[in-house]
């Protein structure tokens, strides 16, 4: 009850059915995608299989025309940052009331969603669907944890891909330090840096 529990993708999904879509409630400094798409990759849903936009401004017809096909042909489609879609929600929610039913969706479909909590989030969506959280790790040690337990560096190629280990270890221990530190350093906002930024997965795997 001290340390919350991993992030378990394949748990989620085995609770998932092609009816019911998977939430991801997003918080600072954790980004799931990069898990995500590696999870689609391994079950097969990877390139065409696997389609993804992010919700804005005129993007809700190009989500649901997304949401048509795939449900003919059994793929994947992840609607990111569905908070930043208020006024398209309803339609979301009618999408998922009215086409997403047994009768017309292929089985292998899912409806992957992740969202900022929102007031303007459909209720009926929530209750229905399976809902996931990555929280950022809290403490060096968790922190330190969390990014060797996460691909790329969990991939054993990647470790041991280097013809100098000893030099390549310990560089890749210190970025990972950093990282950890700089994601400690939240909580203390903009001091020491220009602006607020939220460091993630993401500035990890780039760098």
């Known amino acids: 009850f001290i340390e919350p529990p991993t992030f378990d993708l394949a748990g989620s999904f085995a609770d998932s059915h092609c009816c019911a879509p998977l939430i991801f409630v997003l918080s600072p400094g954790a980004d799931p995608m990069a898990g995500l798409l590696k999870f689609a990759g391994d079950k097969g849903f990877s390139g065409s299989r696997c389609q993804r936009i992010s919700l804005g401004q005129g993007q809700g017809p190009i989500a649901a025309k997304m949401i048509d096909n795939a449900i003919k042909n059994g793929t994947w489609v992840i609607l990111q940052n569905c908070h930043l879609a208020t006024s398209w929600m309803p339609k979301l929610e009618k999408i998922c009331e009215e086409v997403i039913i047994p009768e017309n969706t292929h089985k292998e479909f899912r409806l992957w969603l ?94």
């Open 114 to 207: 992740t969202s900022y909590p929102s007031e303007d989030f459909p209720v009926s969506i929530l209750q229905n669907g399976v809902k996931m959280t990555n929280e950022p790790p809290k403490g060096l040690r968790a922190n330190l944890l969390r990014s060797y337990l996460n691909d790329p560096i969990s991939d054993t190629t990647f470790f041991e891909g280097c013809n100098k280990p000893e030099a390549w270890q310990k560089l890749l221990f210190g970025l990972c330090f950093f990282h950890a530190l700089v994601q400690e350093r939240r909580k203390f906002g903009a001091l020491g840096w220009n602006i607020p930024y939220e460091f993630n997965e993401s500035d990890l795997r780039i760098s």
